[in-house]
Nanobody
Framework: QVQLVESGGGLVQAGGSLRLSCAAS????????VGWFRQAPGKKREFVAG????????YYADCVKGRFTISRDNAKNTVYLQMNILKPADTAVYYC?????????????????WGQGTQVAVSS
């Protein structure tokens, strides 16, 4: 099975940028659809973005469309989330997750493998 480790979180001012990484080990990441989710304090975990196995298809939540970009480098077994024009509302723990299915889903129940999360805090 695949193990996922997120990195790249931190504290940034509103309007700034961060790039999150999700590094996989144990199995090749190209076998999985990968999604990014986030969970803010007191809120449910929500879908942010997803990428198909090859990276040819991507899907975004409306609240991040135009600001966030998901990409993957299967040769490096890594998926990225470039986050620009960050807002305080983007503050959350961000998780990457892997799904053995063939299409991108925003349903967290579809994803069987999860990283431990990385904290993103955006100050106003």
């Amino acid at each position: 099975q695949v193990q996922l480790v997120e990195s790249g979180g931190g504290l940034v001012q509103a309007g700034g940028s961060l790039r999150l990484s999700c590094a996989a080990s144990g199995r090749t990441l190209s076998s999985y659809v990968v999604g990014w989710f986030r969970q803010a304090p007191g809120k449910k975990r929500e879908f942010v973005a997803g990428t198909s196995r090859t990276g040819s298809s991507t899907y975004y939540a409306d609240c991040v469309k135009g600001r966030f970009t998901i990409s993957r480098d299967n040769a490096k077994n890594t998926v990225y989330l470039q986050m620009n024009i960050l807002k305080p509302a983007d503050t959350a723990v961000y998780y990457c997750a892997a799904d053995t299915g063939r299409s991108i889903s925003s349903d967290s129940a579809r994803y069987g493998y999860w990283g431990q999360g990385t904290q993103v805090a955006v100050s106003s």
